[in-house]
C-alpha cells in the first residue's frame, strides 16, 4: 500500500493540485506585474517563486533553550536526524529544515538557498552570519513525505540577552512566520521567563496569531497546583504580549517517546496531545486554502494606493527632502485620507511605523501613480479569480487516512475507550513480503514470560480485546500514541485482539521501547509471529 493511498484520494489530490496550479498562474498573471510596478518586496516580503506554491507544508517549532524542540520533532518524525543534539544547556544554535528525501544528508545553507525547488531563495538578503547557521537535513521520512520541519535556535533568556547573533533574529523569524502554515511556540512548565528576544520574537509573530498553537511542554513533571499556576501565569504573560481579543490556545503535554511520570492531570495531557496531534494532522488536507488566503492577504494591502499618494504629493522641482520628511511624519494622516477616499478598510493599510522606516531610505521621485489597468487587473483577481478557486476548495473530497506514526489519527483511535463499540481498528497488514525465511522468532525465547502475563489477563477464546490490553499497555506510563503505533504493529491479522504470539511481539516491542530503541515503522519479517507469515504473504 503506497504512502499516497493513507492519507489523500486522487480526486482530492487532483484538486488540491489544481487549486495551487491556478493560484500559482493568477499570482504571476496578475499581481507579481503589481508588485514589481510599485517596488512592493521593498517594503514587505520577496516575491513569491514556484516553490512557494509548490512546497508542502511547513510547521516553525520554536522556544527558549530546553524546552524540548528538537526531542518535540523527533517524537513527530518517530526517529532522530543529523546534527540533532538535545540538552539542558543550548543545543541548537542553527535553523534547521528538515524535509523529505530519499538519501540522508545535509544541504548547508548557502547551497539551499540556490536550489530552485526549495523555498528558502529569498534568504540572501540576511547575509552569511545568518546561512552559515541555516542548513536542510533530508531523510527518507513517511512523515516527512507530507511536512516538513523547521527547528529553531533557543531563544536566549535575560541571563544571555547581551550576546549578539550576528543577525536579525526576529527578522528571519517573521520570514518563516509568513511562509509556515503552523507555529509551534513551546513553554518549559519549571521555567517559565519572558526575556527580551522572546518579546521581540513575539513581535515578528505578530500578525501570525492565527498559525500559532502555545504548548506548555513538561507538564508531567509538575503537580496539579503547580501547572494551575503556571498555566495562569502563561495566559497572563501572552495577553500583555498579543493584544488581541482571541484568547490564544495553550495545549498542556509531554512531548516526547518515553514514559511519562504518574500525576493527577495524566488523562489531560493524553486529550491535549490528541487535539495538538490532530491540528498537525489537517495541515496537508489545508495546504491549499492556507496559500489562498496568505495571496489574498498580500493582494489587499494597500501599498500601491499608498506609493501613489506619495508620489501626488512630491514636488516636481524644489524642496523634495523636506516635503519627503513632512509625508513620512504625516503617514498615519494619509492613512486616514486614502481610507476614506478609495474605501479601503483599516485592516488592510501596513504597520505605520514600519512604513515610516521603510521611507526614509526611498527615492520618492521614483514612485508610480495608480495605473487604471493594473488596479482593475487586481480588482479582477479579488472579486472573481478568487471567487472561481473556492468551489474546488469546498468539493475536495475528505483524506480517508491520516499521517502516519504518532500522527496518525486511526492508531490514537485505537485507544480512546468506546473506539472498540464504534470502530474497531482495522489496519490491514502490509505486502512487505516474507521475502527471506526465518527459522527462528526472535521474541520465541522470551515468550514463556510474555505467555505469563497473557494468561493472567484472562484471554476469551485464545484472544485479548483491545480493552484489556490498553489496561495494561498504560501502566508502561508510555504515551498513548506510543502504544497505538505498537498495538498497529502487533496486531498482525488486524483483528483488533491479540492472541498469545501477538501479545508477546507488543511486550517485546514495549520493552524494547522503554530500553531508548526507535519503535520501526512497519513490522519487519524477522518480528512476524510464525503463525501469521503465511497470512503476511497474501496480496491486498
Known amino acids: 500500500m503506497s504512502f499516497r493511498r493513507l492519507w489523500s484520494t486522487p480526486k482530492a489530490m487532483g484538486d488540491v493540485n489544481m487549486v495551487t496550479e491556478e493560484l500559482k498562474n493568477l499570482y504571476y498573471k496578475r499581481l507579481l506585474p503589481i508588485e514589481k510596478y510599485y517596488s512592493f518586496h521593498h517594503f514587505h516580503s520577496p516575491s513569491y517563486e514556484d516553490a512557494d506554491f509548490g512546497n508542502k507544508p511547513m510547521v516553525l517549532v520554536m522556544g527558549q533553550y530546553s524546552t524540548g524542540k528538537t526531542t518535540f520533532i523527533r517524537y513527530l518524525i518517530e526517529q532522530d536526524f543529523l546534527g540533532s543534539r538535545v540538552g539542558p544547556e543550548p543545543t541548537t544554535d542553527c535553523f534547521t529544515a528538515l524535509m523529505y528525501g530519499e538519501a540522508e544528508g545535509i544541504i548547508p545553507g548557502n547551497a539551499l538557498t540556490m536550489d530552485p525547488k526549495k523555498p528558502f531563495r529569498n534568504l540572501d538578503p540576511f ?99 503547580q501547572l494551575m499556576r503556571v498555566y495562569g501565569a502563561l495566559m497572563w504573560s501572552l495577553g500583555k504580549v498579543f493584544r488581541t481579543p482571541e484568547i490564544l490556545r495553550v495545549y498542556i503535554g509531554s512531548f516526547w517517546s518515553e514514559p511519562r511520570q504518574t500525576c493527577d492531570h495524566y488523562q489531560l495531557i493524553e486529550l491535549e496531545e490528541e487535539d495538538l496531534l490532530a491540528d498537525i494532522r489537517n495541515l496537508p488536507r489545508n495546504a491549499a486554502v492556507r496559500k489562498l488566503n496568505d495571496l489574498v492577504k498580500r493582494a489587499r494591502l494597500a501599498h500601491a494606493h499608498i506609493i501613489s499618494y506619495l508620489k501626488q504629493e512630491m514636488p516636481t522641482i524644489f524642496c523634495k527632502e523636506s516635503k519627503k520628511h513632512n509625508l513620512i511624519y504625516q503617514l498615519p494622516v494619509i492613512f486616514n485620507k486614502i481610507q476614506q477616499q478609495h474605501r479601503v478598510p483599516a485592516g488592510d493599510f501596513p504597520d505605520c511605523t514600519k512604513m515610516q522606516e521603510k521611507l526614509l531610505s526611498q527615492d520618492f521621485s521614483k514612485f508610480k501613480r495608480l495605473k487604471p489597468s493594473l488596479m482593475t487587473s487586481l480588482d479582477k483577481l479579488l472579486t472573481t479569480d478568487i471567487a472561481n478557486l473556492v468551489p474546488l476548495l469546498q468539493n475536495q473530497e475528505p483524506r480517508k487516512k491520516s499521517l502516519p506514526g504518532v500522527l496518525d489519527g486511526e492508531f490514537l483511535g485505537t485507544f480512546r475507550p468506546d473506539h472498540y463499540r464504534r470502530h474497531p481498528f482495522k489496519e490491514p497488514p502490509k505486502d512487505e513480503g516474507s521475502e527471506a525465511d526465518f527459522d527462528e522468532w526472535v521474541v520465541e525465547k522470551h515468550k514463556p514470560k510474555y505467555d505469563e502475563i497473557f494468561y493472567n489477563l484472562s484471554p476469551n477464546a485464545g484472544k485479548l480485546s483491545g480493552t484489556k490490553v490498553k489496561e495494561w499497555m498504560t501502566k508502561t506510563l508510555l504515551p498513548n500514541s506510543v502504544l497505538a503505533h505498537i498495538w498497529r504493529l502487533s496486531d498482525v491479522d488486524g483483528d483488533g485482539m491479540l492472541d498469545n504470539e501477538e501479545f508477546a511481539l507488543a511486550v517485546h516491542l514495549i520493552e524494547g521501547k522503554l530500553e531508548g530503541h526507535w519503535l520501526p515503522r512497519e513490522l519487519p519479517p524477522h518480528l512476524v509471529p510464525p503463525s501469521k507469515r503465511l497470512s503476511t504473504e497474501l496480496p491486498e
Not at 503552523?182 to 519572558?194: P, T
Open 127 to 225: 547575509g552569511n552570519s545568518f546561512l552559515n547557521r541555516f542548513q536542510c537535513v533530508q531523510m527518507p521520512n513517511r512523515v516527512l513525505e507530507s511536512i516538513s520541519i523547521i527547528d529553531t535556535p533557543g531563544i536566549l533568556t535575560a541571563a544571555k540577552r547581551k550576546l549578539s547573533r550576528g543577525y536579525d533574529f526576529p527578522a528571519v523569524l517573521r520570514w518563516f512566520a509568513e511562509r509556515v502554515d503552523r507555529i509551534i511556540l513551546l513553554f518549559d512548565a519549571h521555567k517559565l521567563e519572558f526575556s527580551d528576544e522572546l518579546t521581540r520574537a513575539f513581535g515578528a509573530l505578530c500578525g501570525y496569531e492565527d498559525k500559532l498553537r502555545v504548548v506548555l511542554n513538561k507538564a508531567d513533571r509538575v503537580d496539579s497546583q
